[in-house]
């Protein structure tokens, strides 16, 4: 974690307008929101517009497998040094078929024994994060595993996910109790 405490808190139920708890009301049908959602609802017009994004790219709509989207999503995270954001998706990528083992292989990058498509996954994440560009070499490589749209689906959830991370690390979001943060990660 960047910060040991949040520069913006997450909102108390106390203290929600109509218009934040509104913004919240998708993501409390689960569960009480978690301290990302209840952070950026201090924003609810952004919150309720982030949200349309996002369940784009965390859902079927997307096309990349669940386990793919989620090797990018969890480098995507490594890299940015976003400690919330790999805890959580930790979490989700063991769901969603990606192995303790594999997540650890994750933080060392395309040449950690990954199949060719896995690897093509990692340094795609690896290019957008650190130039914002896919070179032709890794497209090319992208092109013989996944069809257009997975490759469009890559940039995108790249994308999505820098910026969480962005939100993350800035605004100081903090792990929900007993949550583990990665020991790679720690400030």
């Known amino acids: 974690m960047r910060l040991s405490a949040p520069r913006i808190a997450p909102l108390r139920d106390a203290e929600m307008t109509d218009e934040q708890r509104a913004a919240l009301?998708?993501?409390?049908?689960?569960?009480?929101?978690i301290n990302i959602f209840r952070t950026l609802a201090r924003a609810p017009k952004a919150l309720t517009r982030f949200n349309e994004w996002g369940s784009y790219v965390?859902?079927?709509r997307n096309s990349l497998p669940a386990r793919e989207r989620e090797i990018v999503i969890l480098r995507v995270g490594f890299l940015c040094k976003s400690g919330y954001e790999f805890a959580q998706h930790t979490r989700i990528g063991l769901r969603e078929?990606?192995?303790?083992?594999?997540?650890?292989r994750i933080k060392q990058g395309a040449g950690a024994g990954w199949s060719?498509?896995?690897?093509a996954l990692i340094l795609a994440a690896d290019e957008l994060v650190r130039d914002h560009f896919v070179s032709e070499a890794t497209w090319a490589a992208l092109c013989r595993h996944f069809d257009e749209k997975q490759r469009m689906d890559v940039v995108f959830t790249a994308g999505q996910y820098t910026q969480v991370s962005m939100f993350l690390n800035t605004f100081g979001v903090q792990l929900e109790p007993g949550a583990t943060l990665d020991p790679d990660l720690k400030a």
């Open 116 to 119: 060719e498509a896995d690897s």
């Open 25 to 33: 009301a998708p993501m409390s049908a689960a569960g009480p929101p």
């Open 58 to 60: 965390l859902s079927r």
């Open 97 to 104: 078929g990606l192995t303790a083992d594999e997540i650890a």
